[in-house]
């Protein structure tokens, strides 16, 4: 049973999504709606995933999340908004969301991006992963960009496979069908990958492979 934190300043709607959420099967641990209590519930009751709205009164949604990615384990964060700005989208997947979420979106499309947070996916609402994707094309090409020496950790073929088909945006699943793999060794590729590149979500693993020119083929 996936573990799951609601974070949400309006109380008829996080009690809505707590409810969506433990009709649907999954273990909702706390429902808050503040930043900073965010933070401590997570220490405490260790969700695997955060459903995080970005306008709270003490802190913004994007500081919730960078602050969340501290913790140890460190849980999915899957923003649940309002807005689709770009510089929303941006702020909150920079600090270490792993998906982005639309209110308008309906019940079954949330719980299904609940789910496919929870296995390690980015999920977004449609048009918005083109932006981030967008974004971290723009930062590779910039002179700044930070690139890997060719000392650095080396990977298999099958991972730099595997990571090269993430950077263009497809899902896990879709990764192993086009690899013809199992989703769940489709998910054991990514962690070894994260662990010898020493990066910490899906997030910036997407931002390195487009730093290194792996989405241009």
Do not use: C
């Not at 209110?103 to 048009?127: H, M, Q």
């Not at 990571?163 to 990514?190: E, I, M, P």
């Amino acid at each position: 049973m996936v573990r799951v934190m609601v974070v949400d300043d309006h109380p008829m709607w996080r009690d809505g999504v707590a409810r969506d959420l433990s009709e649907a099967g999954y273990e909702v641990v706390a429902v808050v709606g503040e930043g900073r209590q965010a933070i401590r519930a997570a220490a405490a009751v260790r969700p695997q995933v955060v459903v995080l709205d970005l306008r709270l009164p003490d802190m913004s949604g994007a500081e919730v999340a960078a602050g969340l990615a501290g913790a140890e384990p460190a849980p999915k964060v899957l923003v649940l908004s309002a807005s689709a700005e770009q510089d929303d989208v941006l702020a909150a997947v920079k600090a270490g969301a792993s998906g982005y979420l639309v209110k308008s979106a309906g019940r079954e499309e949330f719980l299904d991006a609940v789910r496919r947070t929870a296995e390690g996916d980015a999920v977004f609402t449609p048009g918005l992963a083109g932006l981030v994707l967008g974004e971290y094309r723009r930062l590779a090409a910039s002179p700044a960009a930070g690139r890997a020496d060719n000392d650095g950790p080396r990977l298999t073929e099958r991972e730099t496979e595997v990571l090269r088909l993430v950077a263009k945006g497809l899902t896990y699943r879709q990764v192993a069908d086009r690899l013809v793999l199992s989703h769940r060794t489709v998910q054991n590729h990514v962690q070894n990958t994260l662990s010898k590149l020493q990066l910490h979500n899906r997030v910036e693993l997407v931002r390195y492979a487009i730093e290194q020119g792996l989405d241009a083929d």
